[in-house]
């Protein structure tokens, strides 16, 4: 093994220091532990303990976490208990390490960390106390964030006024009200009661509407003044749908998505089968279609498709488009999210209309207004990434969206007199 490629500290310790007698499997075996058995070896190193003293320092309180919701029960099994018979406890006396107290790191390396991309493309979790003291908002105003030496930055996604409020979010947007908030019950303690969270449109996207049983119009949930969720009911006819029967239809979705394993067809189905029961715009729907799009985009890159049929690329090209007013609205301002939307919708809709026009279905005047949309959505793509470092996932995707927008402005050249 090439021991440049990892800590000196850390080969010392399990070559020829107190770790030397401990089972070198146990990485391998329990892959879980990485992070916090990371930690412990930092705490063990005079030279980076004091690096991790304000992690150390944050309060917690394991009986708030000891009711086995939430991730505990999954600590214990992956992380706790391997570590605790695997003997490193007893060779790192000074730690005092019991299963609390290794229940306790898991906890604050959990709530304090971010999704990091490492050099090889791997996701890591970085841990940024600083950065998770940031108060928690279904609509964030700022955006996160980190260059090459893994330092934080964080920009103002929206103008903001002084005095605001600095926001992150630490759920995904592209969730219900229910299902953010279950998530940020279970991974920070938090009980959200942001104006996304008190708005039963969730800011107009009818994210988590229900098709109306009795008329035309849609079922909102009833949120009462302290943010709690309560049944469904339709604003036009008063009818009522109770919180169970939405939980249920929803967990019927949940486990069809499961079970579709990535096959078109069982998408589509699943679309015939609850599109008209949910408003267009709710959260499952956009899963289902987000999925077939990805679903035809792989097959248009593998050329599997027979033909680059141009009645799958409409389709892609209207299932992007559907994603982007809803992400807009949940995630204004500059937001990678909203860039990713617009760089699968440009990818789908410059496809499709080069086909339309090699196979002379549109004139050299409609392909021409096509490609100046497509320019102008790579334009705008391209600006919400500029915070973004060159050499990250996202400085990539920058990359990509210009030498599609290059391509697209040639082609405007040729055309567009
Ligand atoms: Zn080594
Ligand atoms: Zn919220
Ligand atoms: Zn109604």
């Known amino acids: 093994m090439d021991c440049n490629q990892h800590d000196e500290f850390e080969c010392e310790f399990f070559t020829s220091g107190a770790g030397k007698a401990l089972c070198k499997d146990i990485l391998v075996k329990n892959f879980g532990i990485c992070g916090l058995l990371k930690l412990l070896l930092l705490l063990e190193n005079p030279r980076t303990k004091g690096d991790c003293q304000m992690l150390i320092d944050v309060p917690i309180n394991l009986s708030d976490y000891r009711d086995g919701e939430g991730m505990w029960q999954e600590h214990e099994e992956l992380v706790v208990r391997p570590l605790m018979e695997s003997g490193l406890a007893d060779v790192l006396p000074t730690q005092e390490l019991t299963s609390d107290a290794l229940h306790a790191h898991c906890i604050r390396i959990d709530s304090n960390s971010f999704e990091v991309t490492a050099k090889d493309g791997d996701t890591l979790k970085g841990i940024f106390v600083w950065g998770a003291t940031l108060p928690h908002h279904c609509v964030p105003n700022t955006v996160v964030a980190l260059d090459e030496q893994f330092n934080m930055k964080l920009y103002a996604a929206v103008p903001l006024q002084p005095g605001d409020i600095i926001y992150n979010s630490y759920t995904n947007p ?244």
Not at 190 to 209: A, F, K, N, Q, V
Not at 228 to 244: E, H, I, M, N, Q
Not at 326 to 351: N, Q
Not at 369 to 383: G, I, K, P, W
């Open 174 to 417: 592209l969730m219900g009200t229910s299902q953010r908030q279950h998530q940020l019950r279970l991974s920070r303690r938090l009980e959200c009661i942001c104006s996304r969270c008190l708005d039963p449109t969730e800011m107009g996207t009818h994210m988590s509407s229900l098709k109306c049983k009795e008329c035309p119009g849609f079922s909102v949930c009833e949120i009462d003044s302290n943010g709690k969720l309560g049944d469904w009911r339709c604003p036009d006819c008063r009818a009522l749908l109770t919180a169970a029967e939405v939980h249920e239809l929803q967990a019927a979705v949940g486990s069809a998505l499961v079970d579709a394993m990535g096959d078109l067809q069982v998408y589509e189905a699943l679309l015939t089968q609850y599109g008209p029961l949910l408003h267009p715009n709710h959260f499952m729907l956009l899963d289902i279609k987000q999925n077939i799009a990805s679903i035809l985009r792989a097959a248009a890159l593998m050329n599997s498709m027979d033909q680059p049929c141009k009645k799958l690329l409409a389709r892609r090209v209207e299932l992007c488009s559907d994603l982007l007013p809803v992400c807009r609205a949940v995630v204004p301002g500059i937001s990678k999210l909203y860039a990713i939307g617009l760089f699968e919708y440009l990818l789908a809709l410059v496809e499709l209309v080069e086909l339309q026009f090699a196979e002379s279905d549109l004139s050299k005047k409609e392909y021409v207004a096509h490609l100046r949309t497509a320019s102008l959505v790579a334009t705008e793509a391209m600006d919400l990434l500029r915070f973004e470092p060159e050499n990250s996932a996202e400085g990539y995707l920058a990359d990509r969206i210009s030498m599609e927008l290059e391509r697209i402005e040639s082609d405007l050249k040729k055309y567009g007199r």
